[in-house]
């Protein structure tokens, strides 16, 4: 398997932009997290699936912020409009059931808002 | 909300000491994973403990999980250079969620 894919791996936009994360979660994993990681705070659950149904989304700053995740192979992360405090590492990771959590991360997308 | 405490933020230790990472919580918790996440890369994961008082060993590295089931700790033996990265503990309370710590951030010197 490929593990879990995101993309873009690198993103640079202007404040006020749209931002865009994508990724796809390793066949068979019904979990789904997105987690932001900055120096200042760590690594801080945003929002998370099951079986594409959002379950807890307590984790996202601000209404600017939102996720899809239209089927089990696909999930977004949209930002919209981008301020530069949004500035971090984007990781998406998934879990099979019945691993007790077992968390696969992808490689992440690094977002400079400029 | 949920949270673990993780002690050092930092360390830096001579290649061949050894090195020591600390987890607390001030719930208890059915299960704690630890993850290791090397310089510009992503977490990936070492081992998960669920039993009181279990002690798991990968070659140089010695994860324990304590009696109350509230702390944890990982410990290497003889670090190498291989070993630099930001170990993270992450604490499971039931659901498949987890709350990772802030990590340790550990420095080899050859």
């Known amino acids: 398997d490929a593990g879990v894919i995101q993309s873009p791996r690198h993103e640079v936009t202007e404040m006020g932009q749209e931002v865009t994360l994508r990724c796809k979660p390793i066949?068979?994993?019904?979990?789904l997290f997105w987690y932001r990681q900055t120096m200042m705070r760590g690594l801080e659950l945003l929002i998370y699936?099951?079986?594409?149904?959002?379950?807890?989304d307590s984790g996202m700053p601000e209404d600017r912020f939102s996720a899809k995740m239209p089927n089990a192979s696909f999930s977004t992360l949209k930002i919209q409009p981008s301020e530069p405090r949004d500035s971090a590492v984007y990781f998406c990771?998934?879990?099979?059931?019945?691993?007790?959590?077992?968390?696969?991360f992808g490689a992440g997308t690094r977002l400079s808002v400029l | 909300g949920q949270q673990v405490m993780q002690i050092p933020q930092y360390q830096h230790v001579q290649e061949g000491e050894d090195f020591t990472t600390y987890c607390n919580s001030s719930?208890?918790?059915?299960?704690i994973q630890w993850y290791k996440q090397r310089p510009g890369g992503h977490p990936v994961f070492l081992i998960q403990?669920?039993?009181?008082?279990e002690v798991k060993k990968q070659k140089r590295l010695t994860f324990q999980f304590g009696e109350a089931k509230k702390n944890s700790s990982l410990h290497i033996t003889a670090t190498q250079t291989t070993d630099v990265g930001t170990y993270f503990c992450?604490?499971?309370?039931?659901?498949?969620?987890?709350?990772f710590g802030k990590g340790t951030k550990l420095s080899v010197i050859p």
């Open positions: 990771a998934s879990s099979l059931p019945g691993a007790r959590g077992i968390q696969y």
């Open positions: 066949s068979g994993h019904d979990y």
């Open positions: 699936f099951n079986n594409n149904v959002p379950i807890d």
């Open positions: 719930t208890t918790l059915s299960n």
């Open positions: 403990l669920v039993k009181s008082g």
């Open positions: 992450a604490m499971g309370a039931g659901s498949y969620q987890l709350t």
